[in-house]
Structure formats: C-alpha cells, structure tokens
C-alpha cells in the first residue's frame, strides 16, 4: 500500500531532531550576575558555566542568547568583546539581567537539533521569549519562595518546556540537518558581512568567533567558489562596484573605496576586479558616468 503524501505546506521533520519527552531534569538555576557590563562578585561566570555541563541563557528584556559549545568565547560586553561578536549577540548587561542555567546533556536530550549550532539569539520582547523573560524575573525575585515543593517543580517544568517552545521558534523549525546548516550559514554570513572591511579577516578568525573547525566552516560554504575566502573576495568586490557607480562616493578616490572594504593593495584589487567585472576599477566608474 502506497503512503499517502503529506498535505500541501506541511513539511516532515526528522524525529531525532525533534524536542522530546525525557525524564532527566534540566535543573535550571537563576541569577542576575552583572552590574554595569561586569560580573558581580561571588556570581557564577557565564564565561565558564560550558565547561562544568551547563548551557548558559543570557536575558534581558529584549534579546536573549543561548550558550552551548566550550570553545567559543561567549562575549560580555563591548570591552571583552574583541571580535565583535556581540553586535549579532546583543544583550544588555547591567543588575536586571539574567543568567539561566541549565543541564546541557538534558537540554539536548531533548532538543538534539541544538548540538553543534552556533549560539543562537531570540526575541524576549515578543513572541514566546517575553513569557521565558518573565517567569526567570519572577523566580529570581523569589514569586515562589511560599510555594509548595510540587508547585515549584511543576512551574519550572513549564518553564523549561517555555525555554525550548522559544529555542524552537528561534530556530524557525528549521531542525532537519539541512535547516541547521542554513541557520549556521546565516549567522556566519552575517558575520562575515560585518566585518568586510577588516583585511585581517581569515577563515581560521571566524572559524574561532563561532566555535567550529576550519573544516566545519569550510562545509557551509561548499558549492561556492574558492570556499569561504572566495565568498569574501566576492562580498568585497561587489560592495566596491556598487561605490564606484554610486554618484553619493563620486567624489572618492578608488584607493580609499578599496580600503574601505578590506583591499590594502591596488594592483591586488585590479586585477580581481577585472576578473569579475571584466573591466577595470576606473573602467566601471567611468561607465556609470
């Protein structure tokens, strides 16, 4: 008998990769550990919560970010910050935000979709991050402290299971192993786009900004070519056409275009130029005009 197909717009997900009912307790611990961009003393640091199994959640009222893998660096402020990652990661530290922890081992029990992925942002002003938001500010502020022991527990199952509904929103579903290459795709790419100006930028760089290998790094960017150099080689070029033809930087010289978007030598940028364009820098410019 021959499977019926799945109704139109329904799409089918691995069930490996869904959350699913585990009994193992995510455990999870609140505190607000900042002041002023800086940890508060006698606080647990998000910095190494990773390396003794814990996941780390930074919230505030508007973002929040999970923390899973140990060799990234989870950026604190803008001073820690030396990558600048935290313009894609941004949350405000100051004494209202919060720290949750939970069991890494049970929260990928439960959702498996998360192992590997980069850390990953979501709203906490809208959607359901303002109801995980809220329920960590009212635990940390005690709204339990009279409860019984079975309502305390019940209520941070709820919450946990609010965590991972976010997670999921966050992820926009996308949990099948295709879904998780575009999300790290995306964040790299936005994190690429950043910083097309920093000629010092490299694929081991940004292998390390988001705790993968080269060769992880080098997967994401299969089919396009010459890798994920080639990519930024390409971003650069095309930011540098659309400069020259621009009558807002008529007035720029082509050497401080070039520098503008990462090229530190004109010869090296001519003769990529006109391998992409087929025409020189000041053939497009002249063109456009």
């Excluded at 814990?54 to 899973?68: E, K, P, S, Y």
């Excluded at 959607?127 to 809220?134: D, E, S």
């Amino acid at each position: 008998m021959t499977a019926s197909p799945p109704p139109s717009g329904h799409r089918i997900l691995p069930l490996a990769t869904l959350a699913v009912p585990n009994k193992a307790q995510l455990e999870p611990q609140i505190s607000r550990p900042f002041m002023n961009g800086h940890l508060t003393a006698g606080r647990p640091d998000p910095q190494n919560i990773a390396t003794h199994g814990q996941a780390a959640i930074i919230l505030d009222a508007r973002h929040g970010v999970l923390h899973l893998n140990t060799t990234s660096t989870l950026f604190m402020d803008n001073q820690q910050d030396d990558t600048g990652a935290n313009q894609t990661h941004k949350v405000v530290l100051d004494s209202s935000t919060l720290l949750l922890q939970v069991n890494k081992e049970s929260l990928l029990t439960q959702l498996p979709a998360l192992a590997g992925l980069p850390p990953v942002s979501f709203s906490t002003d809208q959607g359901p991050g303002v109801f995980l938001f809220t329920a960590c500010d009212l635990l940390e502020k005690g709204s339990l402290r009279n409860s019984s022991e079975q309502a305390r527990k019940r209520l941070l199952r709820h919450m946990m299971e609010t965590l991972i509904t976010t997670l999921l929103e966050a992820l926009d579903l996308e949990v099948s192993v295709a879904g998780r290459r575009r999300h790290r795709q995306k964040l790299v790419r936005e994190y690429i786009e950043k910083r097309l100006a920093d000629p010092t930028l490299t694929p081991q760089k940004i292998a390390q900004a988001y705790g993968i290998s080269a060769r992880a790094l080098y997967l994401l960017f299969d089919g396009e070519p010459g890798a994920v150099a080639g990519w930024i080689l390409n971003r650069r070029l095309e930011r540098i056409h659309a400069d020259l033809i621009n009558p807002a930087c008529s007035t720029d010289a082509i050497a401080v275009i070039a520098y503008r978007h990462g090229f530190r030598n004109a010869a090296h940028l001519s003769r990529r130029f006109r391998q992409k364009f087929d025409m020189s820098p000041r053939e497009a410019r002249q063109k456009a005009s």
